[in-house]
């Protein structure tokens, strides 16, 4: 394995075993659920907007360590930035991990850890869960999210 895979392995083992943001923050504005019928992922995303601008995010839920890590990351990622700026951001990781894009996008920081998923297309429904329930979340979407 090359030290750039290391790394990766490194960040996405760190944030399933230690996620960031797994919480309800008390003031939160919007939420929504999703599933992941195929392996049991179920997660809960609630987020705090202010001015267009996501001003805290977090999850409860459980999931495989790809599910768990990716949510952790995204809570990370997302934190401070507008409605659009999220917006974006999933769209470049959905890219990524779909292997619509050759190489990850720039902005994607440690995100780029998710680019071997691509090699096993069972995982991105588990990637990229917490991003659609995310997404259903900004959107007022009642109701829950369903990789299936």
Partial sequence: MSELSDLYQEVIVDHSKRPRNMRRPADATHAADGHNPLCGDSISVFVTLRDGRVEDVGFEGRGCAISVASASLMTDMIKGKTVA???????????????????????????????????????????????????AALEGRAQPISTE
């Fill in 85 to 135: 700026e999220s917006r974006a951001i999933f769209q470049a990781f959905h890219r990524m991990v779909t292997g619509k894009d050759e190489l990850p996008d720039e902005g994607l920081d440690k995100l780029a850890a998710f680019e071997g998923v691509r090699d096993f297309p069972v995982r991105v429904k588990c990637a990229t869960l917490a991003w659609h329930t995310l997404q």
